[in-house]
């Protein structure tokens, strides 16, 4: 049986992410302070047990930070690559904790956007998950209504609820890691109400890419394995838009979590029909490199005991 293996060139740790764990690690060298991450420093939880390993822990509540305050002089606090909501971030120097930002550049950029374009009580539309804390941050800076829509049906919905929003055009922004097919079909909508919409382009470009090789790897697949955490969103929507060109789309975290089975099954089907059998394989932001390639080590494994 022949069969190819396919890496995305994309995949793995982004440039925030990379960046966030460059950070923490450089500060476990320079520092004998007890470190602590403002929730999980990126979504992937085989890489928060490595952190806990070499002593970086993770603050799941402001009642874990409220409990460190009287021994803030022996701790740095780090702000995850999601970022941490204004009020948070103010009340954080108000008590006088030592504070590194790790907050993606990119993250940032959009907590500005939204700052400095409702400071004259425009509304903000966010699309996102309401439930992640990126979108948390995001909505914290807006000085007037915010709303967050997961897409154009919830967006419609809400323009249909608040058309008398008033004088004021509200502005558009999304999640870094949202879906660009949904963030288009939300500024159509939005646009058909409001033409002066403000609408910024905030979706990271690495995940646009990322979103664009996957479709086009899916495509001609016959498996796609999507690498990476339950709680990533990135990871999610890789996942979601390979299902739209791939019937056998598997996520998971870790080697050990290859499908094997229905490796041997799928792959048989291929070989009887003497077509060459493809794995495409990607991953989230959030993924380190050694994980994706002991995935794509187990795969080829499998496959090449297949051939013998």
């Given at each position: 049986m022949n069969?190819?293996?396919?890496?995305?060139?994309?995949?793995?740790?982004?440039?925030?992410?990379?960046?966030?764990?460059?950070?923490?690690?450089?500060?476990?060298h320079k520092t004998a302070k007890r470190i602590y991450v403002?929730?999980?420093?990126?979504h992937n939880g085989i890489f928060i047990e490595r952190l806990k390993k070499d002593g970086i822990f993770c603050l799941e509540s402001e009642a874990e930070i409220d409990a460190l305050l009287p021994q803030k002089a022996e701790i740095v606090l780090v702000v995850r690559t999601h970022g941490?909501?204004?009020?948070?971030s103010e009340r954080l120097a108000a008590d006088g904790f030592e504070v590194v930002d790790a907050t993606c550049p990119f993250v940032r950029r959009i907590h500005k956007i939204v700052e400095e374009n409702t400071?004259?009580?425009?509304?903000?539309?966010?699309?996102?998950?309401?439930?992640?804390?990126?979108?948390?941050?995001?909505?914290?800076?807006a000085?007037?209504?915010?709303?967050?829509?997961?897409?154009?049906?919830?967006?419609?919905?809400?323009?249909?609820?608040?058309?008398?929003i008033g004088e004021k055009s509200p502005i558009l922004v999304s999640q870094t890691t949202g879906n660009h097919e949904k963030y288009v079909n939300c500024q159509k909508v939005l646009k058909k109400?409001?033409?002066?919409?403000?609408?910024?382009?905030?979706?990271?470009?690495?995940?646009?890419?990322?979103?664009?090789?996957?479709?086009?790897?899916?495509?001609?697949?016959?498996?796609?394995?999507v690498i990476g955490g339950a709680k990533s969103s990135n990871t999610r929507k890789l996942y979601e838009i390979a299902r739209q060109f791939c019937k056998n789309v598997y996520l998971f975290e870790k080697a050990a979590d290859v499908p094997e089975e229905d490796f041997r099954l799928l792959a048989g089907?291929?070989?009887n029909g003497h077509q060459t059998f493809?794995?495409?394989?990607?991953?989230?932001?959030?993924t380190p490199d050694d994980i994706i390639e002991e995935v794509k080590v187990r795969i080829d494994g499998i496959l090449k005991h297949l051939s013998d």
């Open positions: 069969y190819t293996i396919e890496v995305a060139e994309s995949c793995g740790f982004c440039f925030g992410v990379r960046r966030a764990v460059e950070m923490v690690y450089d500060l476990r403002i929730g999980e420093l990126i941490v909501t204004k009020q948070l400071r004259d009580g425009s509304p903000v539309v966010i699309v996102g998950d309401k439930n992640h804390p990126e979108v948390a941050g995001i909505e914290s800076y000085h007037g209504k915010a709303v967050v829509c997961s897409d154009e049906a919830e967006c419609a919905a809400f323009m249909r609820k608040e058309c008398h109400d409001y033409t002066s919409a403000r609408i910024f382009d905030t979706i990271c470009s690495v995940t646009e890419n990322r979103q664009n090789e996957v479709k086009q790897m899916a495509s001609r697949a016959n498996v796609m394995c089907d291929a070989g493809t794995v495409g394989i990607t991953a989230g932001a959030s």
